[in-house]
């Protein structure tokens, strides 16, 4: 009888996988660290990264959030759709009113999209490849404005803008590579509308007359209540993933021991890095293997992602052109693992998460890419 591993391993419950390697994880750490001091250390970095992190991202997201809302309330968001609407067809190949997409997930986040396509008026303008392809194009912008005022408040001026670029030249790969992947799986998806409706057009949305003041007031006080809920929507990001990365990352304390102080750790991404660090120097410029632990959280969440950037900053490793890398991998990719499954299902195309994912993975590659080298061309300049 030919072994298969294949049916062994469908035999195994899977409760016992998720055991093994929770288990194993700990008792790795454990051994490096002394079971006490890593207990003591995962609490401690859990309460210092809520202090100290959280609350200030919750702080960006409850302005940003009002800055967006005040926009839609007096049609800012209108016109940069308007003024953003050519460069759909050629860059994206996708209808114009897509620019409406990349204006609010930029404001906002990556399920704004989704809202956008359960509009009639909207999907009847888009293809079915192109219709599915926005989760693609919609993840590649989602929380632009926060990121980039963070990257902003660490001092940074010029980088971010330069990730901005980098992310953009991303979201065209992912999204033709989707419409590509789309097509080439379901070919009558290149003719078939992504809705039956033919309204002619988008309406505009009525503002309720109302005193100038008052609709100021009410819009940054909605937005900053809706920035308050993505505030507390990256909770469980930031105090889980970059506790982990983090004790994957940084090493003991400054005196060789392990204490049970926050922001300790085993150095395993680092020692990892280093083995292929000739590959994240050619594509990123990153001149120190800890930088890896950026992307590799950025996967999950883009919050806990900037989380790590503050104690980054205090060890020295970063430099402007990993500001303009972590820019552009950090809206590029902007947690699709953690949201590309649940905007295809809302769309009604679970099926082709692997297809999305596969294109978005490449689209990030490719931005953290290009901003490396403009930096590198606007360093010489």
Excluded at 242 to 251: A, E, H, K, R
Aim: contains cysteine.
């Amino acid at each position: 009888m030919k072994f298969s591993f294949r049916k062994l391993w469908k035999l195994i419950p899977s409760g016992v996988v998720c055991l093994v390697i929770v288990f194993g994880l700990f008792a790795y750490l454990g051994s490096v660290m002394g079971t006490p001091n890593m207990l003591n250390t995962v609490m401690n970095t859990a309460h210092d990264l809520l202090l100290n992190t959280v609350f200030y991202l919750m702080a960006i997201c409850v302005i940003t959030g009002a800055i967006g809302r005040i926009f839609m309330e007096f049609g800012v968001v209108t016109l940069l759709e308007k003024l953003l609407r050519p460069l759909m067809k050629p860059l994206f190949n996708l209808p114009g009113v897509a620019s409406l997409g990349a204006v609010l997930t930029f404001l906002s986040d990556n399920p704004a999209i989704i809202s956008l396509t359960q509009d009639k008026r909207f999907s009847s303008y888009f293809k079915k490849y192109q219709f599915i392809s926005l989760t693609n194009f919609g993840t590649a912008f989602g929380m632009g404005l926060l990121v980039i005022v963070f990257m902003v408040g660490q001092g940074y001026y010029a980088e971010p803008f330069i990730g901005l670029f980098g992310a953009i030249c991303g979201c065209i790969v992912s999204t033709r590579l989707m419409q590509y992947f789309v097509i080439k799986a379901y070919p009558q998806y290149k003719d078939e509308d992504a809705s039956s409706s033919d309204t002619a057009g988008l309406s505009e949305e009525k503002t309720e007359e109302k005193p100038l003041f008052q609709r100021i007031l009410d819009s940054l006080l909605d937005g900053g209540r809706t920035g308050v809920d993505v505030g507390l929507a990256i909770i469980p990001g930031v105090l889980i993933i970059s506790t982990l990365v983090m004790l994957l990352t940084f090493g003991p304390s400054a005196t060789g021991a392990y204490t049970g102080a926050a922001y300790e750790g085993v150095e395993l991404l680092p020692w990892i890095g280093e083995k292929i660090d000739f590959i994240f120097k050619w594509l990123f410029g990153f001149e120190d293997p800890h930088l890896i632990a950026f992307p590799i959280t950025a996967l999950g969440a883009v919050g806990a992602a900037l989380g790590l950037i503050p104690n980054f900053i205090s060890q020295g490793w970063i430099d402007g052109n990993a500001i303009a890398v972590f820019t552009a991998i950090g809206m590029c990719w902007s947690g699709y693992l953690s949201t590309h499954t649940a905007m295809l299902d809302s769309l009604g195309y679970r099926r082709l998460t692997s297809k999305a994912i596969i294109s978005h993975t490449i689209g990030g590659i490719v931005a953290a890419f290009i901003a490396h080298w403009t930096f590198v061309l606007y360093s010489l300049i």
